[in-house]
């Protein structure tokens, strides 16, 4: 039963590539290689979502077949209602792009031309056109650059030129494929707080691939996480702690040097004098461990560390990819 | 169709208006591009210091043959020349950006980097076509009147396809624009010889198989008063504006097939 408010809608959805290897001077090996193997999941309107995964996860083939660039090889997909490879002109109407490896504007041409082709080919009207290319050139700090030719520009202006090319006929979603790639802190925060306000104003729903987690805290209430072509996580950035069975660590100063201390449902995983770090799942209190410590042993101070995003995820890549294909 | 040659005036408009802007820089290209054309004539006129018949055809006759083919591809290649980058597009997997808009592929291709100072060729074809006209003391009947300029079309139609076939080719075989360099820019220097200094089975080959003397060999003997070398009959010299069709037509298949097969790049 297809869901009628979602604008995302994939249904076991597979991208086998044929991949001819050379092997020899003359011969050729044909190979098979399984980008996405069956991804489900729906986006409905106005949701930001953060698709990571590590390298090769399969990422980059998903966008490219919610855009209509690849046909799948397997599956049901459909933005907006539209098969993307079968109407791609279709919906191009109806999606923005953005890939941070390479731009869609014209290289020789400057950036106000770019934009004035873009106008023209998705036929936005004066008044809506004024509108939202001041936005953007207000927020994304544009002025400066718009008589620059692309090549001039450096990736971290390209990438704000880009973001504005993708956004000037107003599209209902918006795809990124790694938008904050090699840009500073500072071109970083800008491109965040556009990507929040366009969002929050437009109601436009935004599907970005990304491997700064940073952007995923910041932008995104749903992340799914790929690899192998596989969706492994699908949920909010919490239940991520849970899902890759992440752990806290209590430090614990003692009044004196003790071996290492052991608990039920915890593990010491480093001693240092006095000393002590033990682990606990996430998802447990620390407080019963606390109490039967100080109870034990004289505790002089006593700290509690969450567990950081980046090692979650990649607790999670390494369990996944270690699991039976 | 009509969103596809909209969309290609645009980008052609917006290339040829930044060209303008640097007016010297134009200029200067463009009469490079005029003068490097018209060494190819320049070689036909040193050989005629040599001999007075070519083949049997005098120096008008091939000036003559050398202008229809020039201009019918100059115009060919000043519309479409832009096509034999696609293979870099494809290996490279830029191509991915010009699917995500909304107007024609084969028009974005078409017109991207659009060079104006390619008109030079154009100019310099009906220079030497105009010249061997005053020379050739030629009986024109409205028939021939008709002919020539359909002739011009219906060649730089022929050539447009080669072009677009070429493209579509590069789709499976990405750094094949020799392949197409050589059909195209080699077809072009071959139609500017008269068909009887080459071999028959060339003759027959750029007849019945990549249909290039249509181009200009058929109508333009018909014009000379010259019997075709395979001996056709007559109506087939009237044949060009068909020929272009099936081959647009054909070369539009061929496209369509090499785009589908288009798989994009790992990053
Ligand atoms: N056009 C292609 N032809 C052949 N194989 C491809 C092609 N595109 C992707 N692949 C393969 O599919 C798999 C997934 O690639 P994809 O680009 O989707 O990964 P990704 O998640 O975007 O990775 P990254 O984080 O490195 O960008 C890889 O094994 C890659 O080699
Ligand atoms: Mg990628």
New binding site residues.
């Given amino acids: 039963m297809p869901d009628m408010t979602a604008l995302i809608e994939l249904d076991r959805v597979e991208k086998v ?1 044929d ?1 001819r290897r050379r092997t020899g001077p003359l011969r050729r090996e044909r190979r098979q ?1 399984r ?1 996405v193997d069956g991804i489900s999941f729906t986006v409905p309107a106005g949701q930001v979502v953060g698709y990571i ?1 590590p ?7 998903t966008v490219k077949m919610l855009t209509g660039i690849l046909t799948p090889s397997g599956g049901r997909l459909r933005v907006a209602g539209i098969d993307p490879s079968r109407e791609r002109t279709r919906l191009a109407r109806r999606i923005g792009v953005v890939f941070g490896q390479r731009t869609t504007l014209w290289w020789d041409l400057p950036l106000r031309d770019s934009y004035e082709l873009v106008r023209r080919m998705y036929r936005i009207d004066a008044a809506r056109y004024r509108r939202n290319l001041d936005r953007c050139v207000g927020l994304l700090d544009l002025a400066p650059l718009l008589d620059v030719p692309v090549r001039q520009l450096s990736l971290g202006q390209r990438m704000r030129g880009d973001i504005a090319a993708a956004l000037l006929h107003d599209p209902e979603v918006l795809y990124l494929d790694e938008p904050t790639i090699g840009l500073d802190v500072v071109s970083k925060a800008k491109v965040r707080a556009f990507l929040r306000t366009v969002n929050t104003e437009q109601g436009t729903t935004v599907l970005l ?1 990304t ?1 700064d987690l940073t952007d995923i805290e910041q932008l995104c209430r749903r992340v799914m996480v790929i690899d192998h072509g596989r969706l492994v996580y699908d949920g909010g950035l919490d239940g991520l702690h849970a899902a890759g069975d992440s752990e806290r660590t209590l430090v614990v100063d003692f009044e004196r040097e003790l071996p290492p201390v052991e608990l039920p449902g915890a593990r010491c995983e480093r001693v240092e004098g006095p000393r002590q770090w033990i682990a606990f799942p996430a998802a447990a209190s620390a407080a019963p461990l606390v109490a039967e410590l100080a109870a034990r042993h004289g505790v002089v101070d006593l700290s509690v560390r969450e567990p950081a995003i980046e090692d979650v995820i990649a607790r999670m890549y390494a369990a996944s990819s270690t699991a039976p294909a | 169709m009509a969103e596809g040659l909209r969309a290609y005036g645009l980008i052609v408009w917006m290339w040829t208006r930044s060209a303008l802007a640097y007016r010297a820089s134009f200029l200067m290209t463009a009469a490079v591009n005029f003068a490097a054309t018209g060494l190819d004539f320049l070689a036909i006129l040193l050989m005629f210091s040599q001999v007075d018949r070519l083949g049997g055809f005098s120096l008008p006759e091939v000036a003559f043959l050398y202008g229809t083919a020039g201009t019918a591809f100059g115009l060919a290649d000043l519309a479409l020349g832009s096509m034999e980058r696609l293979g870099g597009r494809v290996r490279d997997g830029t191509l991915d950006t010009l699917l995500v808009r909304p107007v024609p592929v084969l028009a974005q291709v078409a017109a991207d980097r659009f060079a104006l100072r390619r008109i030079g060729r154009i100019v310099q074809g009906l220079l030497v076509l105009v010249w061997s006209v005053t020379r050739l003391e030629l009986h024109w009947t409205a028939l021939d009147l008709v002919l020539l300029p359909m002739m011009l079309l219906s060649g730089a139609g022929i050539f447009g396809a080669v072009f677009v076939a070429g493209a579509a080719f590069q789709f499976w075989a990405g750094d094949a624009s020799e392949v197409q360099n050589s059909f195209t820019y080699g077809g072009a220097t071959l139609l500017q010889y008269p068909p009887s200094v080459f071999a028959k089975e060339l003759v027959r080959g750029v007849t019945f198989v990549m249909p290039l003397a249509f181009v200009n060999w058929l109508p333009a003997l018909r014009i000379l008063g010259r019997q075709d070398p395979l001996g056709l009959p007559g109506w087939v010299d009237f044949a060009p504006p068909l020929v272009a069709v099936a081959c647009c037509a054909l070369a539009g298949a061929a496209w369509r097939a090499g785009l589908r097969s288009y ?5």
């Fill in positions: 590539f991949v290689v980008a995964g390298n090769g996860a399969g990422k980059s083939t691939t491997h | 798989r994009s790049t790992g990053s």
